[in-house]
C-alpha cells in the first residue's frame, strides 16, 4: 500500500496551474455556496469521515483562488484559510486520494504554518472533490496531529473516496435544488404575470366603451360578456345560457336568425342604428336603444366555433339627430303658420312624434284660477285626447311647482305622493308618466307643454331640453300671432278713431265758420278748439289711446286758461273715461273757460269758478259753476258752443248736458239724464 503521493513539481498544483484555472473557478463560483451558512447533509459527512479515519479533524474544504472556505468542519475552529495554509489545494489535479503520512517530512507541506504553527497538524489524507464535468472544487479531508506512516487502511481510503464523491452530489443536488427553486419562482412570476395580464386583459374587455360578447356553438351561449353588453340588454344574467333563452326581446327582433347566418356562412354581419327594443322585465316598460353593431365569426381549425359581437350604443346619438330634425321641421312650419290652434297642433305633434309618446300638447293657463284650456293635441293611434278646460289640482298636486318655473316630472304616476290619488282618474286617460314643463312670462305661469305616456318610459335630461326648446319655440310663435292680431287691431282703431277725429275738426271748423264775425275771429276759435283736442289726445297718446283719467282730462284743459291768481277750484276723484269722453270732456271745458274769459266770472278780478267731477250712481257726472263774474243773461240765440255742451259732449257719455244762465253765474252739469 502506497503510504505517499510522490512528488511531481510540474503538478504542484501551488504551483497555479490548477488553482487559477478559470473554468474550476467559474465551475465553483457558478455552485454558489462559498459563505452559505453550514447544512446538515455536509456536517454528517465530516462526522463520518473522522470516526471512520480515527482523526480528530475532518474538513469539506473548497478552494478558491485566494482562499481555503470549510463548508463543514469537525475539529477545526476556523472557517477558512489562506492559501498558504492549504493541504486541500494539492489535491485539485489528482483524481485519487492523496495520503501524506508526516508533514514534517513531506516538502509539500513540511513549511506550512498550520504544520510549523500551533495547530501543529502531522498527518493528512484529502479525496479530491470532482464535479461529472470533471472540475475539482476542493477535497473532503481527514487530519491528525500525530504522524501516521500507516496512512489509512484500504477500507478507509474507499470510504473517504465514496464519502467525497457523496460530498460532490451533495452540493450537485443543492445546486439542482437551487434550480429548482430559481424555476419554481420563475414559473411563478410568470404565472403571476400572466395572471395579472389576463386580469388586465378582462379588465379591458370588461370596462371598454363598446360592447363586447363571444358567443360558442349553435346556440350561441354566452361565454364572455362585458359591462356595456349587459347595460345594453338591461342588466341580465347571460353567462352559460344560449341567445334564446337569454334574449327572448332580441330573438322576437330577429336578431337570432342573424346569429344563426353568420355561424353557418362564417360571413361577418354589421348593422348601422340598428333599432333594438330590450325588455329586461317581462312586466316591465320597453327601453328603446339603436346599435352599432358586428357579428364576427370565430374560427378554429377551419371551421366556426363561436361568433365575437362588437358595437356601440348609439341610442342618444340617433334621438339627438331625431330631436334636432323635429326642432327644424318645428321651426320651418312655425313660420307660415298664423292661427294659435295651428301653432299648438303643430308643437303637439312634433313632441309626441319625437319622444314616441302616447299624447302631447300645448294649454293656454289661468294661473289665478288654476286651470288650463287644452288646444288641440297629437294622441297615439287608440290614445283619446284631452281637450278643453281642466284644473290642475284635479289631476295632482304639482301646480305650485309649475307656478314657480319648475319643470314637473312624474315617473309613475301610481306611485308620485303628487299624483298617487288621481292615478286612477289619470289612468282612464292613458296617462303613467308625465312631464309638464312651464313657460312663464313676466314671472306669470301663462302656457303648460304636456308629454304624456301611457307605459313606463325614463325620460332622459335631453328630452326634458328638447321639451322645453319646443314649448319655447311655440310661446314665441302665439306672441308673433298675438302681436299681429294686436297690431290689426291697432291700425282698424286708429283708423276709425282718425276717422271720428277728422268728423270733430270738420265740425268744429265748420260750425265755427258759420258763426264767426271775421276771419281772423274764426281762425282764432278754430285753432284754440283744435289745441284742447290735441291736449286731449296727447293723454290718450300716452294710455295707447285706450281710455284716460278724468283729472288728467280737466288738469290738461283748465291749464291754459288759468293766471297768476289761481280762481279756478277743482275738486274730483280718478274715473277712467274713454277716447271719445276725453275728447268730449276736453272741448267742454275748453269751451265753458272761453266763455268764463270773455263774459263770465274770469273776466273781470273778482269771478271764481268751481269744477267738480266724479262718480254719480256708478255713471260719470261734472258740474261747473262760475261765481262773482258780471251779472248773466241767457243768450237770445244759442251758439256753437252751447250745442256743443248740451247735445254733442252729453252723448258722448249717454248723458245730460244742462246749461243754467243764473244772474249769478254760469253753471253747467253734466250727468244721467234725471240729474
Known amino acids: 500500500m502506497t503510504l505517499s503521493s510522490p512528488i511531481d513539481p510540474a503538478r504542484d498544483p501551488l504551483s497555479g496551474s490548477a488553482l487559477d484555472d478559470p473554468e474550476r473557478l467559474a465551475a465553483l463560483d457558478a455552485l454558489d455556496i462559498l459563505d452559505t451558512p453550514p447544512e446538515e447533509g455536509f456536517n454528517s459527512i465530516v462526522s463520518i469521515a473522522s470516526e471512520v479515519c480515527a482523526t480528530p479533524i475532518a474538513l469539506v474544504s473548497l478552494v478558491d483562488k485566494d482562499r481555503q472556505w470549510f463548508k463543514a468542519r469537525v475539529g477545526f475552529q476556523p472557517d477558512q484559510t489562506t492559501l498558504d495554509r492549504s493541504v486541500c489545494a494539492h489535491t485539485l489535479d489528482r483524481r485519487e486520494v492523496l495520503v501524506i503520512p508526516d508533514l514534517t517530512r513531506d516538502p509539500r507541506t513540511a513549511a506550512n504554518p498550520l504544520v510549523t504553527g500551533p495547530e501543529a497538524i502531522r498527518f493528512y489524507a484529502g479525496a479530491p472533490l470532482v464535479t461529472e464535468a470533471g472540475h475539482s472544487l476542493g477535497a473532503l479531508c481527514v487530519i491528525d496531529t500525530v504522524p501516521r506512516p500507516g496512512g489509512l487502511t484500504e477500507q478507509q481510503r474507499n470510504i473517504l473516496r465514496h464519502l467525497a464523491r457523496e460530498v460532490v452530489a451533495q452540493i450537485e443536488m443543492r445546486r439542482l435544488l437551487a434550480q429548482r427553486d430559481e424555476l419554481v419562482e420563475h414559473l411563478r412570476v410568470a404565472r403571476d404575470d400572466a395572471a395579472e395580464g389576463r386580469r388586465r386583459l378582462a379588465s379591458l374587455f370588461d370596462n371598454a366603451p363598446s360592447f363586447m360578447a363571444l358567443q360558442r356553438g349553435r346556440e350561441h351561449v354566452y361565454e364572455m360578456v362585458n359591462a356595456a353588453y349587459r347595460e345594453a340588454v338591461g342588466g341580465r344574467d347571460l353567462i352559460g345560457l344560449g341567445v334564446r333563452e337569454a334574449l327572448p326581446d332580441a330573438t322576437a327582433q330577429g336578431y337570432t336568425d342573424i346569429l344563426d347566418r353568420v355561424y353557418r356562412t362564417g360571413e361577418a354581419f354589421s348593422m348601422k342604428a340598428a333599432p333594438f327594443s330590450a325588455r329586461p322585465d317581462p312586466a316591465g316598460p320597453a327601453i328603446e336603444h339603436f346599435l352599432d353593431f358586428l357579428y364576427q365569426p370565430f374560427v378554429e381549425e377551419g371551421r366556426v366555433t363561436g361568433i365575437f359581437t362588437i358595437g356601440y350604443d348609439v341610442t342618444e346619438h340617433v334621438l339627438q339627430v331625431r330631436r334636432q330634425a323635429a326642432l327644424a321641421d318645428l321651426g320651418e ?343
Open 333 to 675: 312650419r312655425l313660420r307660415t303658420l298664423a292661427e294659435p290652434e295651428e301653432v299648438t297642433r303643430a308643437a303637439a305633434e312634433i313632441l309626441a312624434t319625437a319622444l314616441n309618446a302616447t299624447r302631447a300638447g300645448i294649454g293656454t293657463v289661468d294661473p289665478e284660477r288654476e286651470s288650463v284650456l287644452m288646444h288641440p293635441n297629437w294622441c297615439r293611434e287608440g290614445a283619446v285626447p284631452v281637450e278643453g278646460s281642466f284644473r290642475f289640482r284635479d289631476y295632482g298636486s304639482f301646480i305650485d311647482e309649475l307656478k314657480r318655473g319648475q319643470t314637473v316630472i312624474v315617473e309613475d304616476v301610481t306611485t308620485d305622493p303628487r299624483t298617487s290619488a288621481s292615478a286612477q282618474a289619470m289612468a282612464t286617460i292613458g296617462i303613467r308618466v308625465l312631464l309638464n314643463f312651464p313657460v312663464i312670462e313676466r314671472g306669470r305661469f301663462v302656457l303648460v307643454a304636456f308629454v304624456h305616456f301611457a307605459e313606463l318610459r325614463p325620460l332622459s335630461p335631453e328630452d326634458i331640453l328638447f321639451v322645453q326648446q319646443v314649448a319655447d319655440r311655440t310661446q314665441t310663435a302665439l306672441s308673433r300671432i298675438q302681436a299681429e292680431q294686436q297690431q290689426r287691431t291697432l291700425n282698424q282703431e286708429l283708423a276709425h278713431r282718425m276717422k271720428n277725429s277728422l268728423a270733430m275738426v270738420q265740425a268744429i271748423a265748420s260750425q265755427t265758420l258759420r258763426q264767426a264775425t271775421g276771419v281772423e275771429a274764426a281762425r282764432h276759435a278754430i285753432e284754440s278748439r283744435l289745441a284742447a283736442l290735441t291736449r286731449a289726445q296727447d293723454i290718450l297718446t300716452r294710455t295707447s289711446w285706450e281710455e284716460a283719467d278724468a283729472a288728467d282730462v280737466v288738469e290738461a284743459a283748465i291749464g291754459p286758461h288759468r293766471g297768476e291768481e289761481d280762481r279756478i277750484r277743482l275738486d274730483g276723484s280718478s274715473f277712467r273715461l274713454s277716447a271719445q269722453q276725453a275728447l268730449g270732456l276736453s272741448l267742454a271745458i275748453h269751451e265753458l273757460a272761453t266763455n268764463a274769459a270773455k263774459y263770465g266770472a274770469l273776466s273781470n278780478e273778482t269771478g271764481r269758478v268751481s269744477v267738480s267731477w266724479g262718480a254719480q250712481d256708478g255713471a260719470f257726472a261734472f258740474r261747473w259753476v262760475e261765481t262773482g263774474g258780471p251779472p248773466v243773461a241767457a243768450p237770445e240765440r244759442r251758439g256753437f258752443g252751447s250745442k256743443l255742451l248740451e247735445r254733442v259732449v252729453a252723448a258722448n257719455f249717454e248723458g245730460t248736458g244742462r246749461l243754467d244762465f243764473a244772474p249769478s253765474g254760469l253753471c253747467f252739469e253734466l250727468g244721467r239724464g234725471d240729474a
